[in-house]
């Protein structure tokens, strides 16, 4: 049930069959981790056109399991979903990333942004908010250099009141990116009335955009729909110049993937494009 992937960390995956017994002790585990200090986050950097500056990061969660080596957040996440340990967890990462933020201004380092990723329960939690507004007084941020993730699915869950909390957040100054766009079913007049200030394409349709006619058109009218609603849009899991390019005749406005740089250790984060490019 385990095979060190090419992103160098173990990997669970649901098909794999991992038995309950295995389970229930990565889920006694878990609720150690975090006073164990086994969480750690990576950074993902953001480029934006037309300069590929630094736009921001994206904290993503990883474990360093002692028996089982760095696991993936897909193999541990779902499971905190699902027994409710996420919000502990989801503090705990939002608490560390901001921590990271407050570590590179102290440093002088230019990182505009940290974008935080939000589960559904996480986001449903009558306590974002409050914790939200109390880790930016606590660390002295600005709201601003803060994003919150969340997928198309869970802003779509119960749309009022995701429109409330959304309207909380978005008032305080905290930015919003709807991530994984084009796997869900937002209507357009919800997304048109979301106070959502990134919209981020996913990975599946950038994967084959230069062979996939289909993919093509999708993605063309995703980042055409981005400007019409004054979105920022984001293109995810970009690997290879050839995407890049592709993108960048349409208008995509910010590029995150391999090619630019993967994830990595907060003191290993690069400035620029890991690939330099041609202007
Ligand atoms: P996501 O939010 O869509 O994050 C992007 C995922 O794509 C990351 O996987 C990243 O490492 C990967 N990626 C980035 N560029 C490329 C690329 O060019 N090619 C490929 N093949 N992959 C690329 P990761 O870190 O394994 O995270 C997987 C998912 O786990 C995330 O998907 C997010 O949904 C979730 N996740 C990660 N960290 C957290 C967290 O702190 N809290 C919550 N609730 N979820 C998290
Ligand atoms: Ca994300
Ligand atoms: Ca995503
Ligand atoms: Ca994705």
């Given at each position: 049930t385990k095979d060190?992937?090419?992103?160098?960390?173990?990997?669970?995956a649901p098909s794999m069959n991992v038995s309950a017994h295995k389970q229930l002790k990565v889920l006694t585990d878990l609720r150690r981790a975090i006073e164990r200090n086994e969480l750690v986050l990576h950074y993902q950097p953001k480029f934006a056109a037309p300069d590929y500056h630094l736009a921001g990061v994206e904290a993503l969660l990883r474990w360093q399991h002692p028996e089982l080596g760095l696991l993936s957040p897909a193999s541990f996440i779902p499971l905190a979903e699902r027994s409710g340990l996420?919000?502990?967890?989801g503090e705990w990462v939002l608490e560390e990333a901001c921590r990271q933020m407050r570590a590179w201004q102290d440093e002088g380092r230019a990182v505009p942004s940290v974008a935080v990723n939000l589960s559904p329960l996480q986001f449903s939690s009558p306590t974002l908010v409050g914790m939200v507004r109390d880790v930016l007084v606590r660390h002295r941020l600005e709201a601003s250099c803060l994003t919150l993730e969340i997928t198309e699915t869970?802003?779509?869950?119960?749309?009022?009141t995701s429109l409330d909390i959304l309207d909380q957040l978005t008032l305080m100054g905290v930015h919003i990116a709807i991530d994984d766009f084009g796997t869900g079913y937002s209507s357009l007049l919800y997304l048109k009335r979301l106070p959502a200030t990134e919209l981020k394409i996913d990975r599946a349709f950038i994967r084959e955009l230069e062979s996939n006619p289909e993919d093509a058109a999708i993605v063309a009218s995703i980042v055409a729909l981005g400007k019409t609603l004054n979105l920022r849009v984001v293109a995810e899991g970009v690997e290879t110049a050839g995407q890049r390019e592709h993108l960048r005749r349409l208008g995509c406005d910010v590029y995150q993937g391999y090619l630019l740089g993967r994830p990595v250790e907060a003191g290993q984060l690069a400035r620029t494009p890991l690939d330099a490019m041609p202007l």
């Open positions: 060190n992937g090419r992103n160098g960390y173990t990997f669970f996420i919000i502990a967890l869970t802003a779509m869950r119960d749309a009022e």
